[in-house]
């Protein structure tokens, strides 16, 4: 059987723990912090979460081998 290939974009958004869940990074931490209200950034001050458990699946098959 043929090597399947690991999406790369996701790759670089999303891991697998040792569990199996996928850990996610939190959207809107990054720049323009100065323009953000102090809720705004600690609403988003943890910085990695988990994905959602509907989109749990399609990841997990754009990580064959759990990158």
């Known amino acids: 059987m043929a090597k399947l290939k690991t ?7 999303y891991s697998i723990t040792a569990t199996g869940k996928v850990k ?3 959207s809107n931490r990054r720049h323009l912090l100065a323009n953000k209200t102090k809720r705004q950034k600690k ?3 943890i ?3 988990y994905a ?3 989109c749990v699946n399609t ?3 754009l990580l064959p ?3």
């Not at 999406?7 to 958004?13: C, D, E, P």
């Open 7 to 13: 999406n790369k974009a996701a790759k670089k958004r």
């Open 24 to 26: 996610r990074t939190k």
């Open 43 to 45: 609403s988003g001050k």
């Open 47 to 49: 910085q990695n979460g």
């Open 52 to 54: 959602d458990k509907t």
């Open 59 to 61: 990841i997990k098959k």
């Open 65 to 67: 081998y759990g990158n």
